[in-house]
């Protein structure tokens, strides 16, 4: 969920497909997400991330146990705006537009069009890095009220073993608004990476939460290629 500062190679595709598995007491979510990003220029980049998913359990329609079909359909830009000569330190951006396209009758999606605004820092010292985001997310953009609207403050590490393996941590933070806007949850993440080739990488991460309806664990895994 933290993102890096950086961004993919001008005329380079970047495909990751993997499988993402949310657990309460009451409810099971399983997500399969495609994400496709683009290079569009040096320091610039444009994708898009839609998928399947499967909920079990509360959540789903009145009178149904489960609900299956596409997920929302989010599109997102995100930018270089400095970087260091070394390129030690970068400073980015990224926008994001969700597009209710899951049916909310089902419980699958909210049926709004949602936006948000993401900044991103990495400081890398050789074989680590740590990246911070600090965004805000708009909720039902066609209203124009900010009491459903979150805060999002991310942090992770990721430490460089050799060139192949790559551990990661990360804890992120999805703060409400408003009193209304529900209650502030807190996740930690953790796992691994792993270079089968230079463009080439295989992810695993599992984790939890703390906070009022957040999950009890979570975990995903998943590929991504550069080409």
């Known amino acids: ?11 380079k595709f970047q495909l990751s497909v993997g499988g993402l598995v949310h657990k309460t007491a009451g409810e099971q ?12 220029c040096s320091g610039g980049e444009v994708g898009a991330t839609f998928g399947y998913q499967r909920r079990d359990g509360a959540g789903t329609a009145p009178g149904k146990d489960s609900a299956s079909g596409s997920t ?4 997102a830009s995100k930018w270089q705006l400095w970087r260091t000569s070394d390129e030690a330190f970068k400073l980015g951006a990224r926008v994001d537009l969700k597009l209710p396209v ?8 909210t049926g709004e069009v949602d936006g948000g605004l993401v900044f ?10 740590v990246d911070w985001n600090a965004g805000y997310v708009a909720s039902d953009l066609s209203r124009g009220e900010t009491g459903d ?24 933070a999805v703060l409400p608004n408003t009193g209304r806007g529900g209650s502030a949850n807190f996740h930690f993440n953790g796992g691994a990476q792993f270079a089968v080739r230079e ?17 009890d664990r979570t975990g ?8």
Request: proline content about 3%; aromatic content about 8%.
């Open 1 to 11: 969920m933290t993102d890096d500062a950086d961004t993919v190679e001008p005329q």
């Open 29 to 40: 979510l399983y997500i399969l997400p495609v994400n496709l990003v683009v290079g569009v």
């Open 72 to 75: 929302d359909l989010l599109l």
């Open 102 to 109: 899951a049916s909310r009758s089902g419980g699958l999606g």
């Open 120 to 129: 991103i820092a990495t400081r890398s010292w050789g074989k680590t890095s």
């Open 149 to 172: 609207d979150s805060w999002f403050l991310g942090q992770a590490l990721r430490q460089k073993l050799n060139e192949q393996w790559t551990l990661i941590g990360e804890i992120f």
């Open 199 to 215: 463009n080439i990488l295989n992810s695993g991460l599992v984790g939890c939460a703390a906070g009022h309806h957040s999950p």
């Open 220 to 227: 995903y895994l998943g590929v991504t290629v550069l080409y």
